[in-house]
Nanobody
């Protein structure tokens, strides 16, 4: 099994900052990519940011220039530094990862996609 555990959410005032963390554990051979999605009430889940094993990064348009994704490979952990937060950033933030669970899967290109349980981020004065 693979588990993704998020932390770091909370309540912050507009213009403030938060740092989210997501640690992957369990049966992991290699992580192909990790990322963050978010979902506000009544909306679809959307990509916030992603990072590949090679270090390539991608950001959703609403967060470009304000959020930064980073990864600590040795700890199977991904971070999301969120600056200049706005009320419209309020959502449940979910960690996502594409993971090879064993060498055979890695060599065959078989990877699983996993989600964390989500952490609430509320931006309000």
């Amino acid at each position: 099994q693979v588990q993704l555990v998020e932390s770091g959410g909370g309540l912050v005032q507009p213009g403030g900052s938060l740092r989210l963390s997501c640690a992957a554990s369990g049966s992991i051979f290699s992580i192909a990519a990790m990322g963050w999605y978010r979902q506000a009430p009544g909306t679809q889940r959307e990509l916030v940011a992603g990072i590949t094993s090679g270090g390539s990064k991608a950001y959703g348009d609403p967060v470009k220039g304000r959020f930064t994704i980073s990864r600590e490979i040795g700890k199977n952990t991904v971070y999301l530094q969120m600056n200049s937060l706005k009320p419209e950033d309020t959502a449940v933030y979910y960690c996502n990862a594409d993971i090879y669970r064993d060498r055979e899967g890695y060599e065959l290109g078989y990877k699983g996609n996993y989600w964390g349980q989500g952490t609430q981020v509320t931006v309000s004065s």
